[in-house]
């Protein structure tokens, strides 16, 4: 079993690292584009302008998996395959599926992100709140800490009626875990925090447009709609039809195993607004699957890869974001392949 897995929206992309990796990967990369249409070059210029917008992210993550395929010189058909992305990353691993093409998930990327400005905005509007007010993210950790989501949920619960706006949006391991709201719901809790919690460390989180991230209280009503969208894409594209998946995927929603279509964006969706639960991922690789073949954490960045190789237990695990990284995990095929 073979695990591959992409990351989420709040990923980086370094531009000198990726256009580095195009300019060694010349050949390739154009293969890439003549393979997928003229259109593919024109969203690895628009990464190049905006590479922090969700487009970008999906986008990049699908073609340095697409470069994976041309570089490999194993049957990838032949081995068997579980996916996992973080938030975005799961519409990343439901477009490796052949569910749609690379810029139907440009675009899918991008809709739910305006679907979660206009309901972010909707929610200020209808508590009579400013536009200008903010949401932010935190992560929160604690070395001490045995499951610090659920003992952040637990104090949420006695404050919930003055840190209304807070939810958890992200449960990375045991002991770390990310959260949104209002900032002035945030300083209460941070208050809070600092009582309950020995060693707390709290980092304020990049969040350009303000969103709620997960964070259902708000986002709520983005399901509806995203859900319709990425099905009218699939009729468009003809795929609708197609009832399983190729490669099965690790639901954040529940760390479940979704190999259906239908039920794969079902979850995908829901999780757009509640929880992305990874623990619970890692528990289902952990305990549920032998992963003896490739664990390859796409990039960009190696976030993701920083989480699963110190949460899941794997001899090796390799990060695939940059020319390095790259070379450094087809060299050690090309060694195994030889001895």
Request: a neutral charge.
């Amino acid at each position: 079993m073979r695990l591959i897995t992409f990351p989420g929206q709040g990923t980086p992309i370094s531009l000198p690292i990726l256009k580095a990796l195009v300019r060694n990967k010349e050949k390739e990369f154009q293969n890439i584009i003549d393979r997928n249409g003229p259109r593919t070059n024109d969203l690895l210029q628009h990464i190049y302008h905006h590479p922090s917008s969700p487009g970008s992210i999906a986008v990049c993550s699908n073609l340095l998996y697409q470069l994976y395929n041309r570089l490999s010189t194993e049957r990838l058909n032949k081995i068997p395959t579980i996916l996992l992305g973080h938030s975005l990353g799961e519409l990343t691993a439901l477009s490796i599926n052949s569910l749609f093409s690379i810029n139907d998930l440009f675009k899918i990327a991008n809709y739910r992100n305006e679907l979660m400005i206009k309901y972010t905005e909707k929610y200020l509007l209808a508590h009579k709140m400013n536009l200008s007010t903010k949401f932010e993210m935190w992560a929160i950790s604690s070395p001490n800490a045995t499951n610090l989501a659920n003992q952040i949920n637990n104090l949420l619960q006695s404050l919930k009626y003055v840190t209304p706006t807070i939810s958890i949006a992200n449960v990375n391991s045991m002991k770390q875990c990310v959260v949104t709201g209002l900032i002035e719901d945030l300083e209460k809790l941070r208050i809070e925090c600092q009582t309950s919690f020995p060693k707390l460390r709290i980092t304020e989180l990049t969040n350009p447009d303000n969103l709620a991230f997960h964070n259902n209280t708000v986002l709520g009503s983005i399901q509806e709609p995203l859900y319709d969208y990425i099905w009218d894409v699939l009729k468009l594209s003809g795929t609708n039809v197609i009832t399983n998946l190729d490669y099965p995927i690790i639901s954040n929603l529940d760390g479940n195993v979704s190999s259906v279509v239908h039920f794969a964006i079902e979850k995908f969706v829901k999780c757009s607004s509640h929880t992305v639960q990874f623990t619970k991922c890692y528990d289902t690789i952990n305990f549920n699957y032998r992963i003896d073949q490739n664990v390859l954490c796409m990039g960009p960045g190696n976030v993701i890869f920083n989480l699963i190789r110190r949460n899941c237990n794997f001899n090796r695990c390799f990060e695939y974001s940059s020319l390095a990284t790259i070379d450094e995990y087809h060299n050690y095929k090309s060694e195994i392949a030889n001895l």
